[in-house]
């Protein structure tokens, strides 16, 4: 019901933006999320933004450089992505959320439904 897309190969420096399209329902009234996964390493938080897109949080080791932004008309979520660099390479996931907690939002299990995941990979 999420699918992620956008991923692919950039030089350092770069940038990239993912999307997020949500089908079989809508998404307006969900927090929606951003993870991403390193190899070998845990999934991490990197950022939110609420059903009402008034409102984002990022995790600091993206602030300044990611924006998340919605477009609830298209059920369609972006991560614009720039200055990248190669530690942000990994595999990156989009979620919504049906609660509304900030605190919860941080968290894998503050989420009911999950995309597949789209690669980026930061060369040097």
């Known amino acids: 019901q999420l699918q992620a897309s956008g991923g692919g190969l950039v030089q350092a420096g770069g940038s990239l933006r993912l999307s997020c399209a949500a089908s079989g329902r809508t998404f307006s009234g969900y927090d929606m999320g951003w993870f991403r996964q390193a190899p070998g390493k845990e999934r991490l938080f990197v950022g939110f933004i609420r059903w009402s897109a008034d409102s984002t949080y990022y995790a600091a080791s993206v602030k300044g450089r990611f924006t998340i932004s919605r477009d609830n008309a298209k059920n369609t979520v972006y991560l614009q992505m720039n200055s990248l660099k190669p530690e942000d390479t990994a595999v990156y996931y989009c979620?919504?959320?049906?609660?509304?907690?900030?605190?919860?939002?941080?968290?894998?299990?503050?989420?009911?439904?999950w995309g597949q995941g789209t690669q980026v990979t930061v060369s040097s």
């Open positions: 979620a919504a959320a049906i609660n509304h907690d900030s605190g919860r939002l941080l968290l894998q299990d503050g989420y009911n439904y």
